[in-house]
């Protein structure tokens, strides 16, 4: 059964940057046909997708955030990682990975405040 | 403002049967496959519909789903109090390139 698991810190401060990073198991992270993908999801808000990247490389982003967003994947590790930087209150959310295509895999999310 | 419309919210009784629809434009839905989501209070997401009307394994038959036009309908019969929760469409933007958009939720009542 895949798992995926975020992980990273719970508080950043406002201006720095969001690191999170997502560890796959059960399955492998280079397998073809899957792209990988972050959402987000601000308190009492609703969904809203953040960017997802391929095995190779390969990444498309949301473009309201293109400018202040990295993904970048490991396929040794089998883990992906999201990084945002320059950031505000706006971006204080729960931060969920899932497989990308249809999201029929999620971690179970981790809530990330900015604040100083 | 979500780029997919959803209604707040819907209610119905035990037992009974809701629609939530989901509209949007050629460039999404119109062109695209739906997929649905179920959030249960205090956890992730859970693929309810993908393709437009397929169910992964494991989702019971009462949850089904529909696409016409720009527009997309997830139905849920025999209404049970667990199914309490938001619901969400989610397509991909063909003038997005390959960016995925969610509708902003509907909250179910059971009443």
């Known amino acids: 059964q895949l798992q995926l698991q975020e992980s990273g810190p719970g508080l950043v401060k406002p201006s720095e940057t969001l690191s999170l990073t997502c560890t796959v198991s059960?399955?492998?992270?280079?397998?073809?046909?899957?792209?990988w993908g972050w959402i987000r999801q601000s308190p009492g808000k609703g969904l809203e997708w953040i960017g997802t990247?391929?095995?190779?490389?390969?990444?498309f982003y949301n473009p309201s955030l293109k400018s202040r967003l990295t993904i970048s994947i490991d396929t040794s590790k089998n883990q992906f990682s999201l990084n945002l930087n320059s950031v505000t209150a706006a971006d204080t959310a729960i931060y969920y990975c899932?497989?990308?295509?249809?999201?029929?895999?999620w971690g179970q999310g981790t809530l990330v405040t900015v604040s100083s | 403002q979500s780029v997919l419309t959803q209604p707040p919210s819907v209610s119905a009784a035990p037992g009974q049967r809701v629609t939530i629809s989901c509209s949007g434009s050629?460039?999404?839905?119109?062109?695209?496959?739906v997929s649905w989501y179920q959030q249960l209070p205090g956890t992730a997401p859970k693929l309810l519909i993908y393709?437009?009307?397929k169910r992964p394994s494991g989702i019971r038959d009462r949850f089904s789903g529909s696409k016409s036009g720009t527009s997309a309908t997830l139905g849920i019969t025999g209404l049970q109090t667990g199914d309490e929760a938001d619901y969400y469409c989610?397509?991909?933007?063909?003038?997005?390139?390959?960016?995925?958009?969610f509708g902003g939720g509907t909250k179910v009542t059971v009443l």
């Open positions: 393709e437009n009307n």
């Open positions: 899932a497989r990308d295509g249809y999201h029929d895999y």
């Open positions: 990247i391929y095995y190779t490389g390969s990444t």
């Open positions: 050629s460039s999404n839905i119109g062109n695209n496959f």
């Open positions: 059960g399955g492998s992270i280079s397998s073809s046909n899957y792209y």
């Open positions: 989610a397509t991909k933007d063909s003038s997005l390139s390959g960016v995925w958009v």
